[in-house]
């Protein structure tokens, strides 16, 4: 069964960037469609990022558009999150979560109760 689990989490100050990866357990990760959904504290769970299972398409948040960046190395079994010019309003839990409803989809969800996997998630606070 599929496991996925997320490290790179960590404090920052507000403009530094970080990298958050979600390492994949079992061969069936790649052909799902991934995501980054983040939730903080308080405030709805909001998808940043997603990426097709082949990396060819990508669907950023407007809140993502311009400083994060996602992509996935399925040699390795990894899907990552480069975020640079971190604002203290990114601080979250990130989960990293697989679109299950689909397989070899270039379709992209943004539609949260599709992402049945999900890792245990990372702790990102940013400071101003």
């Known amino acids: 069964q599929m496991q996925l689990a997320e490290s790179g989490g960590g404090l920052v100050q507000a403009g530094d960037s970080l990298r958050l990866s979600c390492q994949a357990s079992g061969r069936t990760f790649i052909i799902f469609n991934a995501g980054w959904i983040r939730q903080a504290l308080g405030k709805e769970r909001e998808l940043v990022a997603a990426?097709?299972?082949?990396?060819?398409?990508?669907y950023y948040a407007d809140s993502a558009k311009g400083r994060f960046t996602i992509s996935r190395d399925n040699a390795e079994n990894t899907v990552s999150l480069l975020m640079d010019s971190l604002k203290p309003e990114d601080t979250a839990v990130y989960y990293c979560?697989?679109?299950?409803?689909?397989?070899?989809?270039?379709?992209?969800?943004?539609?949260?109760?599709?992402?049945?996997?999900w890792g245990q998630g990372t702790q990102v606070t940013v400071s101003s």
């Open positions: 979560a697989t679109d299950l409803t689909t397989r070899l989809s270039p379709t992209l969800s943004t539609d949260l109760s599709n992402y049945g996997k």
């Open positions: 990426i097709a299972w082949n990396g060819r398409d990508k």
